[in-house]
Nanobody
Framework: QVELVTSGGGLVQAGGSLRLSCASS?????????MAWFRQAPGKDREFVST????????YYADSVKGRFTISLDKTKNTVHLQMNSLKPEDSAVYYC???????????????????WGQGTQVTVSS
């Protein structure tokens, strides 16, 4: 059974930083696998934030976070991190970790491409 355990959320002032982590257990990932972050703010749909390919570590970002967020992968620990800098109030949301195998490039930003999901962690950015 796959388990994704998310940590690192919290309350921070605008301009501050937070680092989210997501540890995966229960399976390994193939070269076509990826681990990703999505977020959902109150009253809004869940949206793509960032993803990183298991093979080669190629990363992709939503335009809204590009240049401020950095995703990284520790393959030895099956853990993905999201370093969030220069946080804005509009970054406030519940952040979800997701993972899966067999994810084609054109689908990396799609929620339905990911088979496994973590429990979510709250990020609140005060102005």
């Amino acid at each position: 059974q796959v388990e994704l355990v998310t940590s690192g959320g919290g309350l921070v002032q605008a301009g501050g930083s937070l680092r989210l982590s997501c540890a995966s257990s229960g399976r390994s990932y193939s070269n076509s696998g990826a681990m990703a972050w999505f977020r959902q703010a109150p009253g809004k749909d869940r949206e793509f934030v960032s993803t990183i390919r298991w093979n080669g570590g190629h990363a992709y970002y939503a335009d809204s976070v590009k240049g401020r967020f950095t995703i990284s992968l520790d393959k030895t620990k099956n853990t993905v991190h999201l370093q969030m800098n220069s946080l804005k109030p509009e970054d406030s949301a519940v952040y979800y970790c997701a993972a899966g195998n067999g994810i084609i490039l054109s689908s990396v930003r799609r929620q339905d491409a990911y088979h496994y999901w973590g429990q979510g962690t709250q990020v609140t950015v005060s102005s």
